[in-house]
Nanobody, 115 residues
Framework: QVQLVESGGGLVQSGGSLRLFCVAS????????MGWYRQAPGKQRVLVAT???????NYTDSVKGRFTISRDNGKNTVYLQMNSLKPEDTAVYYC?????????WGRGTQVTVSS
């Protein structure tokens, strides 16, 4: 059974930092693109960052220069380092793995940034 489990969310003041973790089980995540999405209250779920099997990364414009996605293949884990957080970053953050036939999703971790 493939599972993605996120952690690391919490409450932080504007300008602060958080590090999110996504641990995959049931498959070797090394071979698949992975990413982070977020969904704010009343908004659609949107892409935040992606990382390929070759460690190529992409970011949505609003987080460029502030967020960094990375992976540790030996630990089957993807990270999202979030710096200079803004209230607009408040959302539930979801881990995603693009499998051969379909996508897998975690249950999400809440990030709240206070002003």
């Amino acid at each position: 059974q493939v599972q993605l489990v996120e952690s690391g969310g919490g409450l932080v003041q504007s300008g602060g930092s958080l590090r999110l973790f996504c641990v995959a089980s049931g498959l070797i995540s090394r071979f698949y693109p992975m990413g982070w999405y977020r969904q704010a209250p009343g908004k659609q779920r949107v892409l935040v960052a992606t990382i390929s099997s070759a460690d190529s990364t992409n970011y949505t414009d609003s987080v460029k220069g502030r967020f960094t996605i990375s992976r540790d293949n030996g630990k089957n884990t993807v990270y999202l380092q979030m710096n200079s957080l803004k209230p607009e970053d408040t959302a539930v953050y979801y881990c995603n793995l693009r499998g051969r036939m379909y996508d897998y999703w975690g249950r999400g971790t809440q990030v709240t940034v206070s002003s």
